[in-house]
């Protein structure tokens, strides 16, 4: 590795929202005590707390950092992305002209679009931080519908541009094995590396959570203290089973008192939930979290199984897994039989008497808070950034 080698990175989730702040930021601070000097483009939602846009500036220039800020559109659909792309692509441009870029490091297909014409027009090296099939995952939840011909065309040209970008990348980042093996089977010889998303185990560490705030955020709250506390955790709908979920709780429910604390920054739609009463809503901050794990007495994901989902990470099982959370989730995404342990218990199907096999083994569960050794493992922060810096390394050599 060359003394300093400068790294572009695109995103075009903001480092204000919860995914910047978890799976974006840890790494490349880390990385950026490993030689490595970031330059990153992101797009900022409107009215972001200032609180929160002060913090991650802040940790931006502790750490060297410089952080270029776009306004991320949304409205009108498609027009308002092929306007921030316009844009990224411009400031690119500009960057690549100041600085020596070495690597361009672009998360998930929209950013790579302006990656691999950067590639091609100033020879740097293009990382495919892919997150994921994109186009396969917009359609199988319901966000593309292919019979709208619009639809329709851009799907096929994304599955047209990410052939470029598995074939044309300096090296592609999968997030599990599962989805690494079906890309080789379309004959892909460009380098994978499985990093899955990762948890900061200095955050989510059971030891620095008080019993006193744990205690407060229940009164907070008004829960008892003999009620079971079923959790769930992260985006609402989607590719989320809610109604599983939902149903899964009715029949927790049934067994013992129980509340169901969905921590989410989505709007939830409980209109027709007979149990909507024992059902609290909640947002928190990133430093709130291992607090509402703690509260928990389980927790829940389900997520739904396809072909897309072959190449998911969900960022929650790590961080409910750190924190010594027995967690419920079903088979068929990523590569979470893998997952299965003494606190992660894979159910085969979601049907009536899986469920409640489930939910026998979930509740007759003595609750121990015991944190597996997590330090080596795969889904360690620590570990995800070693993989990253291999990866800078082997491409710059």
């Given at each position: 590795?060359?003394?300093?080698d400068?790294?572009?990175?695109?995103?075009?989730?903001?480092?204000?929202?919860?995914l910047?702040?978890?799976?974006?930021?840890?790494?490349?601070?880390?990385?950026?005590?490993?030689?490595?000097?970031?330059?990153?483009?992101?797009?900022?939602?409107?009215?972001?707390?200032?609180?929160?846009?002060?913090?991650?500036?802040?940790?931006?220039?502790?750490?060297?950092?410089?952080?270029?800020?776009?306004?991320?559109?949304?409205?009108?659909?498609?027009?308002?992305?092929?306007?921030?792309?316009?844009?990224?692509?411009?400031?690119?441009d500009?960057?690549?002209k100041?600085?020596k870029?070495?690597?361009?490091?672009?998360?998930?297909?929209?950013?790579?679009?302006?990656?691999?014409?950067?590639?091609?027009?100033?020879?740097?090296?293009?990382?495919?931080?892919?997150?994921?099939?994109?186009?396969?995952?917009?359609?199988?939840g319901?966000?593309?519908?292919?019979r709208?011909?619009?639809?329709?065309?851009?799907?096929?040209?994304?599955?047209?541009?990410?052939?470029?970008?598995?074939?044309?990348?300096?090296?592609?980042?999968?997030?599990?094995?599962?989805?690494k093996?079906?890309i080789?089977?379309?004959?892909?010889?460009?380098?994978?590396?499985?990093?899955?998303?990762?948890?900061?185990?200095?955050?989510?560490?059971?030891?620095?959570?008080?019993?006193?705030?744990?205690?407060?955020?229940?009164?907070?709250?008004?829960?008892q203290?003999?009620?079971?506390?079923?959790?769930?955790?992260?985006?609402?709908?989607?590719?989320?089973?809610?109604?599983?979920?939902?149903?899964?709780?009715?029949?927790?429910?049934?067994?013992?008192?129980?509340?169901?604390?969905?921590?989410?920054?989505?709007?939830?739609?409980?209109?027709?939930y007979?149990?909507?009463?024992?059902?609290?809503?909640?947002?928190?901050k990133?430093?709130?979290?291992?607090?509402?794990?703690?509260?928990?007495?389980?927790?829940?994901?389900?997520?739904?199984?396809?072909?897309?989902?072959?190449?998911?990470?969900?960022?929650?099982?790590?961080?409910l897994?750190?924190?010594?959370?027995?967690?419920?989730?079903?088979?068929?995404?990523?590569?979470?039989?893998?997952?299965?342990?003494?606190?992660?218990?894979?159910l085969?199907?979601?049907?009536?008497?899986?469920?409640?096999?489930?939910?026998?083994?979930?509740?007759?569960?003595?609750?121990?808070?015991?944190?597996?050794?997590?330090?080596a493992?795969?889904?360690?922060?620590?570990?995800?950034?070693?993989?990253?810096?291999?990866?800078?390394?082997?491409?710059?050599?």
């Amino acid at each position: 590795m060359a003394l300093i080698d400068r790294v572009l990175y695109l995103s075009h989730d903001g480092l204000t929202d919860p995914l910047g702040q978890s799976q974006i930021l840890p790494y490349i601070i880390g990385l950026s005590t490993k030689g490595f000097q970031f330059t990153i483009i992101t797009f900022e939602k409107e009215n972001i707390d200032p609180e929160r846009m002060n913090l991650v500036t802040r940790i931006c220039k502790q750490n060297n950092i410089t952080w270029i800020q776009l306004q991320y559109h949304k409205r009108p659909p498609v027009l308002a992305t092929l306007y921030d792309l316009w844009r990224l692509n411009k400031m690119v441009d500009e960057v690549i002209k100041k600085n020596k870029i070495s690597i361009l490091h672009c998360r998930s297909y929209p950013t790579s679009l302006v990656g691999l014409t950067a590639k091609r027009n100033w020879g740097v090296k293009f990382v495919f931080d892919m997150r994921g099939f994109w186009a396969d995952e917009r359609v199988e939840g319901g966000l593309w519908n292919l019979r709208n011909p619009l639809y329709r065309m851009i799907y096929h040209y994304f599955k047209k541009k990410e052939s470029e970008f598995l074939k044309e990348a300096d090296h592609i980042i999968s997030l599990t094995q599962n989805a690494k093996a079906e890309i080789k089977s379309w004959g892909i010889k460009t380098p994978i590396t499985v990093i899955p998303t990762c948890v900061d185990l200095e955050l989510f560490d059971l030891k620095k959570v008080s019993i006193e705030e744990i205690q407060r955020l229940r009164s907070e709250l008004k829960i008892q203290e003999d009620d079971f506390v079923l959790l769930y955790l992260g985006s609402w709908g989607t590719w989320y089973l809610t109604q599983e979920m939902l149903r899964f709780f009715s029949l927790v429910r049934t067994r013992v008192n129980a509340k169901f604390l969905v921590v989410t920054t989505d709007d939830v739609d409980l209109n027709g939930y007979e149990y909507a009463g024992d059902v609290i809503l909640r947002s928190a901050k990133r430093n709130e979290v291992p607090i509402y794990i703690m509260l928990a007495s389980a927790a829940v994901a389900f997520i739904k199984p396809s072909f897309s989902k072959k190449a998911s990470s969900a960022t929650k099982i790590g961080e409910l897994m750190a924190m010594g959370t027995f967690t419920i989730t079903n088979k068929g995404w990523g590569d979470v039989e893998q997952l299965s342990s003494e606190n992660i218990l894979v159910l085969s199907d979601l049907s009536l008497d899986t469920m409640i096999s489930g939910i026998t083994k979930m509740l007759t569960r003595k609750k121990t808070n015991a944190r597996p050794n997590m330090n080596a493992h795969p889904l360690s922060l620590a570990n995800g950034v070693l993989k990253y810096q291999e990866v800078y390394q082997q491409i710059v050599r």
